[in-house]
């Protein structure tokens, strides 16, 4: 459920960024997803990964609400 409860915090986030960074939500129910979960380790919902321009992660956290502030500036030092 508490991927539900971040929904809006997180839909505020990607309209905030729209113009810096692609936000890709992943259900990890599905095959895709539990590849991709599988692939960075994903262990709680929701996980918030930032990559950067060649794939690696310059920020991550898992469970609970997103820290917006700490995935702006993430996003924002990847310039």
Do not use: W
């Amino acid at each position: 459920m508490a991927c539900l409860a971040a929904k809006p915090a997180v839909d505020g986030l990607e309209h905030e960024l729209e113009s810096e960074a692609v936000f890709l939500r992943i259900d990890v129910g599905d095959e895709v997803g539990q590849l991709v979960a599988r692939r960075y380790g994903v262990r709680l919902t929701p996980t918030f990964i930032v990559f950067d321009d060649n794939g690696d992660v310059a920020y991550r956290k898992g469970g609970g609400f997103p820290d917006k502030e700490a995935i702006r500036l993430a996003v924002r030092t990847l310039d």
